[in-house]
């Protein structure tokens, strides 16, 4: 009898650790940031020639209300089999913009692991599949000159970049935007909001940081495009 109670006990509390685990966090924000943007800001910081498209910046967990989740104390490391599984899509999508260099990017992803990784609820594996799958499901920029968006010298409303995304994509998303030398803002960064699984958009507060009731441009730095493939 003892032991069937213990078993019973045992089941009862991993069950409930499970559900405590899960509900650490109420959704998960994947950062997409314009490679240019980031270099503006980070003079000396990028590579040569950078990719002329949105790029993960983060995966993080998100509570909608308390304080940021990141360095949680998990056992869980990042296995090396986890990024060369994955070595196309990371260079491609997730790449360090201070290196091509496909050994020292590791410590970029690393660092993404230890940082926000170790908050979310699933293995490695996962983490990076689904940031992955994410940011491959939609062309930023292609929703962008669809709209009408482009680098043309022109600058556009906030309310019509955010508009221009909640068309596509059918869920808000939210943006941020930093100033160059001359006061001009840009479009820095496109957060999109998923659920708790990683794998359904919703809705994030349709917010523009940085930017609130200026005119933006789309793209610092513009260059030709160039293929994903």
Avoid at 1 to 12: A, G, P, Q
């Amino acid at each position: 009898m003892i032991k069937f109670f213990l078993i019973f006990l045992f089941l009862v509390l991993n069950n409930e650790a499970q559900n405590f685990k899960t509900n650490l966090y109420d959704y998960l924000e994947l950062a997409l940031r314009w490679p240019n943007s980031f270099c503006v800001t980070h003079e000396g910081g990028c590579r040569e020639t950078v990719p002329q498209y949105f790029t993960i910046s983060y995966l993080r967990p998100r509570k909608r209300e308390g304080p940021d989740m990141q360095y949680c104390p998990t056992p869980i490391t990042l296995p090396n089999s986890t990024i060369e599984t994955n070595k196309k899509d990371l260079l491609v999508f997730w790449p360090d913009l201070s290196t091509d260099n496909f050994i020292e990017s590791k410590s970029l992803w690393r660092d993404e692991w230890k940082k926000f990784g170790s908050c979310y609820n699933m293995m490695p594996d996962d983490y990076f599949t689904n940031a992955l799958n994410n940011r491959k499901r939609n062309d930023l920029k292609r929703i962008l000159t669809s709209a009408g968006i482009v680098a043309n010298g022109n600058s556009y409303p906030t309310h019509r970049v955010l508009g221009s995304f909640r068309r596509a994509l059918g869920v808000n998303v939210n943006i941020v935007c930093e100033p160059d030398r001359s006061g001009n803002f840009y479009l820095a960064e496109v957060h999109q909001c998923v659920d708790v699984s990683g794998t359904i958009p919703i809705d994030c507060d349709n917010k523009a940081r940085g930017c609130e009731d200026d005119p933006i441009f789309p793209y610092a730095g513009f260059q030709p495009d160039q293929n994903l493939n």
